[in-house]
């Protein structure tokens, strides 16, 4: 890291910033200003990224494995094939954001905003995603296996072709989701909300719907369910 980098990053001022490709493991930057910056193929494994101002940055293909980012600001950030496994994302803000094809396995997504984002192909499994907020998020061809979607918030989310194998949807809000192709393989329900939901191009019949809402709810037999209704 050249002396003028590491005075910007000490300063936390890096507003606007051209940092593609930079090494920046371990950086504390909690709190920084990063709001437009460029962060494009950067290397910030393990940052301390905490509260930190990223909206409207390019974080595309960027290492962020392991970083720590609760309550950071990524409204509309482009995180295009970033690598964020473990990364801690608590009570973060991603509304609108671009995360395709990305990397957040075993993440913690807790609490988290994500409204209207675009997660498409993203590795999500085995993330934490309790009680975040995912309305209208498209989630298409998303790998969710084994994610904790305890009393999230999905209504009108795009889920086709996603992967819910053994996902734990307990008290999920999933009114009107697009579940088309979708493999809900022994995924929990139980409590969930999926009123108007689509589930007429899917297998139901690996998964229990008891003590779950489908009112309205389109079956794979063309049918309108009148479950809790």
């Known amino acids: 890291m050249s002396q003028e980098l590491d005075l910007l990053i000490k300063s936390k001022n890096l507003r606007g910033r051209n940092l593609s490709g930079e090494r920046l493991f371990g950086a504390e930057l909690d709190q920084a200003d990063l709001n437009g910056?460029?962060?494009s193929n950067a290397r910030l494994s393990g940052a301390e990224l905490n509260q930190a101002d990223m909206e409207n940055a390019n974080l595309?293909?960027?290492h962020l494995s392991r970083a720590q980012m609760s309550k950071a600001k990524l409204i509309g950030a482009d995180l295009t094939g970033a690598k964020m496994s473990e990364a801690n994302l608590e009570g973060a803000d991603l509304t609108k954001a671009i995360a395709k094809n990305t990397k957040l396995s075993?993440?913690?997504l807790s609490h988290a905003k994500l409204d209207h984002a675009d997660f498409a192909g993203a590795d999500l499994s085995n993330a934490d995603l309790?009680?975040?907020s995912l309305v209208g998020v498209n989630l298409t061809d998303a790998i969710l296996t084994n994610a904790k979607l305890k009393g999230a918030i999905l209504t009108s989310c795009q889920l086709s072709g996603a992967k819910l194998t053994n996902a734990d949807c307990t008290d999920a809000d999933l009114r009107s989701v697009q579940f088309s192709g979708a493999d809900i393989n022994g995924t929990?329900?139980?409590g969930a909300n999926l009123s108007y939901a689509d589930l007429s191009e899917i297998n139901?019949?690996?998964?229990?719907?008891m003590g779950a809402n489908l009112c309205e709810a389109l079956m794979p037999d063309g049918s309108r369910?009148?479950?809790g209704c």
């Open 130 to 132: 309790t009680g975040t």
């Open 37 to 39: 910056a460029n962060l």
């Open 188 to 190: 929990i329900f139980k």
């Open 60 to 62: 595309s293909n960027a």
């Open 225 to 227: 369910s009148k479950q």
């Open 106 to 108: 075993e993440a913690n």
């Open 204 to 209: 139901i019949y690996s998964t229990s719907f």
